[in-house]
């Protein structure tokens, strides 16, 4: 049996008189509350963190030459200039000798060397 | 205004190009929400929401279907996901409406007779969704193909259950006259 259901007798509502108006207040809500300035949805930071970091790696590349650059501008004292004479001459005796005995600097002179550095 | 050209204009983002769906649809549309969820009020907001979401929902209308069979969908979406929300939808399962129609089979009335009111109370009877498919189907003439769209489901079964829902709402009023 196809025969339709009689609607006719039934209600046929109309939209309320200020329910477009209320759409279009919604509408304008949203936009406002979605400034140009907020480019970068939630969605978007997905894709932004692995940018980040590749602009970090690539500055972090670009300041490593300048790093070096300083670490070897970095003053070298002469042990000969800054030592004492003890010092000195336990230093250029290391090795010389034909003992096995390994020549140890006096506790007291090189203590006295260190805090001085 | 075409159809194609609406849609034209909605993608752009035009308020115009709304307002003219809005007078072209809007009464379809609340009247659609209303048979679903049976209540002025929440057809109302229903019809609104629909409205809000346009202009986002149709930057991915792809043109397959209708600009009015869109918009039922959309609607029809909407009504369920309020009535699941609010755990209304234990109405009528389509079992429980199978078994009823099972034990109330026979028809007789005439589509002339129907009592309004009576045939309000038989409707709410129904599950919302079939109730809004008889609803497209015999008071706005829609085609099964467009309603095959609309509640995404197969041809076959949109003829069933508009067919099980007619002899279901029939059955309904005949009970109720000879009670009376």
């Known amino acids: 049996m196809t025969s339709k259901i009689d609607f006719s007798k039934l209600e046929r509502l109309t939209p309320r008189a200020d329910s477009w108006d209320k759409v279009c207040a919604r509408l304008d809500a949203e936009a406002h509350a979605t400034p140009a300035g907020k480019i970068i949805s939630i969605k978007s930071w997905y894709s932004a963190i692995p940018i980040a970091a590749s602009f970090a790696l690539v500055a972090l590349t670009a300041l490593m030459p300048a790093l070096n650059n300083r670490a070897d501008s970095t003053e070298t004292i002469s042990i000969n200039s800054s030592a004492p004479s003890e010092v000195l001459s336990w230093y250029s005796s290391l090795g010389n000798s034909t003992s096995d005995d390994f020549d140890t600097l006096e506790e007291s002179v090189g203590f006295s060397y260190l805090i001085k550095e | ?180």
Request: hydrophobic fraction near 40%.
């Open chain 2, 1 to 180: 205004m075409d159809d194609k050209v609406i849609i034209q204009h909605l993608i752009g983002g035009s308020r115009e190009a709304l307002a003219m769906l809005w007078q072209a649809h809007s009464k379809n549309v609340l009247n659609l929400a209303f048979r679903m969820l049976k209540d002025r009020d929440q057809a109302e907001d229903i019809l609104m929401d629909v409205f809000v979401q346009v202009p986002k929902a149709i930057q991915g209308f792809q043109g397959k279907s209708a600009l009015n069979t869109w918009l039922y969908r959309l609607t029809v979406n909407a009504c369920l996901m309020k009535l699941r929300a609010e755990k209304r939808h234990r109405e009528l399962e389509e079992e429980h409406l199978d078994t009823i129609i099972e034990e109330a089979l026979g028809t007789g009335e005439t589509a002339s007779t129907f009592d309004p009111a009576l045939l309000e109370k038989g409707l709410a009877e129904l599950p919302a969704e079939t109730r809004s498919m008889l609803w497209l189907k015999d008071a706005e003439d829609m085609d099964v193909k467009d309603l095959a769209e609309i509640y995404d489901m197969p041809e076959g079964t949109i003829k069933a259950r508009l067919s099980r829902a007619r002899h279901f709402v029939r059955d309904y009023l005949k009970e109720r006259k000879n009670h009376d």
